[in-house]
């Protein structure tokens, strides 16, 4: 599976933004999918997940509440809408697939990554 994450900027506090991840590979659809962040200086952290059949999983409530992700098997993509932005959410995003059956709030389950898209918020 190879993912092409895109949808990154600049954007305002309060603003929104909305990550996909087109993901290549007749698989997708088995795969779990994540996305991550990880900011300058700062250890990379788990945001959110979606398993293959759309159970979904939210690193804190607080995402839960303004990020949302989906995805779409028939066009093999994951999304990750982004609400309410901070400026602490400013990171690089990154869209990652998980084997079917795996834990998907852990990065290191996960088997292929996209290549990242910045995301800065300023204040």
């Known amino acids: 599976v190879q993912l092409q994450a895109s949808g990154g900027g600049l954007v305002q506090a309060g603003g929104s933004l909305r990550l996909s991840c087109a993901a290549s590979?007749?698989?997708?659809?088995?795969?779990?999918m994540g996305w991550f962040r990880q900011a300058t200086g700062k250890e990379r952290e788990f945001v959110a997940a979606?398993?293959?059949?759309?159970?979904?999983?939210y690193s804190l409530d607080s995402l839960k509440g303004r990020f949302t992700i989906s995805r779409d098997n028939a066009k093999n993509t994951v999304y990750l809408q982004m609400n309410s932005l901070k400026p602490e959410d400013t990171a690089v995003y990154y869209c990652?697939?998980?084997?079917?059956?795996?834990?998907?709030?852990?990065?290191?389950?996960?088997?292929?990554w996209g290549q990242g898209t910045q995301v800065t918020v300023s204040s």
């Open positions: 990652a697939a998980a084997p079917p059956g795996s834990r998907l709030d852990l990065g290191a389950n996960y088997d292929f």
């Open positions: 590979g007749r698989t997708f659809s088995s795969y779990g």
């Open positions: 979606i398993r293959w059949d759309g159970g979904i999983t």
